[in-house]
């Protein structure tokens, strides 16, 4: 007799499933179904990072420090600082949950991108926040507190420009005498006028920082003609400042002097920087004139019986210097206002920050079409396996039954040929 051959070929396995068809079927659309949203729910939130990529429109020097308008510089990692952070949550009730200290277990950073060109802009360099999505109840809540994060520049800029009012009007305060005072709002229009210059304000602003000029002209012509103080203080203040003002006076003259018996050789060749020269000239002039200023003011009660007393100077000054005090306090308030109606409108209607494509992306995880085919992969396989085993089993089984029942028929025919 010949001995069978035994053994499972794949197509033999193949036809062991297809008995199993349905089986199989029904487990790979529900394991396709529930894998899918086990991932999409369960795993992608665990492993999902919100992120934004964004350009703010301050200068960026070659150590990549960010200089603010008022010329301070700030390293771009302040931005996620803890104290940065504590600020923006406590600056919004939605925030109040948000764990500002858990916020680095979640993965929280930013870096700073910049292009290879050698003459990198502003728009050269983008700035990327990445966080943990599970650092937030939900995705707008997470928009929010990115955004604000991103903002800090612009909001850090615009409380900088609505402080220089308060600003200008305590210094301006601090000025004894309507001679500094004057001074004082002179110099703040100059600084004014180049911020508004390097912003390109609208020729509204710039015209009136020149109708600020003229006026300024008029004030400084009103009071080196009548020469008149507040109180004795500021006289007594300008007695003691011509001293000073007299030792700077001879040091930059004498500077000047030098620069001018240099300046050249006997080929008439320039050896000193014309720039130097103009410099100190126009310093000595400006010393010659606050001096001769301030004599003026001094010389006034030379012919006042009593001198400089603080009855003669109320006598002979006290409302007319009041009434012009008041003039310069009204174009303190001019000052302010271009601070207030030009800059801090600027500022707070021109956005330093620009978002390339949507402000806050989703990633990490998987996507839609990998965790549906790796799920599909997945039921496929389990399908296969659990359609061939049940197969085999009910093979198996029918087999036992089968060689029960001929088992049986054998010993059965035994027992009756043994009869006969």
Not at 233 to 247: K, V
Not at 304 to 326: P, Q, R
Not at 369 to 390: C, E, H, N
Request: glycine fraction near 8%.
């Amino acid at each position: 007799m010949e001995e069978e051959k035994e053994g499972t070929t794949f197509g033999d396995i193949f036809r062991l499933i297809f008995t199993q068809k349905w089986l199989a079927l029904i487990i790979a659309v529900v394991i396709t179904l529930v894998g899918s949203l086990l991932i999409n729910y369960v795993y992608n939130p665990s492993k999902a990072v919100y992120s934004s990529t964004f350009t703010i429109n301050v200068e960026v020097g070659n150590d990549g420090l960010l200089t603010y308008p008022d010329g301070t510089k700030h390293n771009y990692r302040d931005l996620i600082s803890k104290n940065n952070l504590t600020a923006i949550k406590e600056s919004d009730e939605a925030f109040k949950d948000i764990d500002v200290n858990g916020l680095a277990r979640y993965g929280l950073s930013i870096t700073q991108n910049k292009s290879d060109t050698t003459n990198t802009t502003v728009q050269d360099v983008t700035y990327t926040i990445s966080i943990g999505a599970k650092a937030f109840k939900s995705y707008n809540l997470a928009v929010e507190f990115i955004n604000a994060i991103a903002e800090t520049p612009s909001r850090e800029i615009l409380t900088w420009v609505k402080g220089l009012s308060g600003e200008a009007e305590q210094s301006f305060n601090e000025k004894i005498g309507n001679e500094q005072k004057l001074e004082y709002l002179k110099g703040q229009l100059e600084t004014i006028e180049k911020r508004f210059e390097e912003l390109s304000l609208p020729s509204t602003a710039m015209a009136r920082v020149e109708t600020l000029k003229g006026v300024f002209t008029t004030l400084t012509g009103e009071l080196h003609t009548a020469w008149y103080e507040p109180d004795i203080l500021a006289l007594q203040n300008y007695i003691y400042a011509i001293d000073g003002l007299n030792d700077e006076l001879e040091v930059a003259q004498a500077a000047l002097n030098n620069l001018l018996s240099t300046s050249g050789n006997a080929t008439g060749t320039i050896v000193v920087n014309g720039s130097e020269i103009a410099q100190y000239s126009e310093k000595v002039t400006k010393l010659n004139q606050q001096i001769t200023a301030y004599n003026n003011y001094i010389k006034k009660y030379e012919t006042v019986e009593g001198g400089l007393t603080e009855a003669n100077v109320a006598a002979n000054d006290g409302e007319a210097s009041k009434a012009f005090t008041a003039k310069l306090n009204a174009v303190l308030g001019e000052i302010k206002n271009l601070t207030d109606n030009f800059e801090s409108d600027y500022y707070a209607n021109t956005s330093l920050v620009s978002y390339e494509g949507a402000q806050v992306s989703v990633g990490g995880g998987m996507g839609l079409l990998t965790l549906i085919a790796l799920s599909l992969i997945v039921g496929i396989i389990v399908a296969l396996v659990v359609a061939y085993i049940v197969a085999k089993c009910k093979t198996s089984k029918v087999n036992k039954n089968d060689n029960g029942n001929q088992e049986g028929a054998q010993a059965k025919a035994a027992a009756t040929s043994d009869e006969k």
